[in-house]
């Protein structure tokens, strides 16, 4: 099992009464990293643990094993931590810090 990341976009689940996870924004941008065995695996771990928290996994962007991502210029700080949590904690998905959006999407 490797451990893997992506950016998932979330939204509220419409059904669920009283939902304040993004406060009044509409959604948000969230990292991910847990230990599974596929890119595919890692798409549906993070679908269950989603819907789990209420709300809708809009889209899951740059899916790819955490260290590739980590090998890039770019790659957001808040891996580092998330990785060691990741590797204790193996059978848990964990999830960055929400980055919540205002507006719904006009294109």
């Keep these: 099992m490797d451990l893997w990341t992506g950016l998932a976009c ?46 809708i996994l809009v ?3 740059n899916v790819q094993l955490l260290e590739a991502r980590m090998n890039e210029e770019d790659f957001p700080e808040e891996l580092i931590t998330m990785r060691e949590t990741a590797s204790r904690q193996t059978t848990d998905t964990v999830f960055g810090t929400f980055h919540i959006w205002d507006q719904e999407d006009s294109n």
């Design 10 to 55: 979330l939204k509220a689940n419409p059904e669920v009464k009283g939902f304040r996870r993004f406060g009044k924004g509409k959604g948000a941008y969230v990292n991910v990293v847990t230990c599974v065995q596929s890119k595919e695996a890692f798409q549906e771990r993070v679908k269950r643990h989603v819907e789990g928290m209420d709300c």
């Design 59 to 61: 889209e899951l962007e």
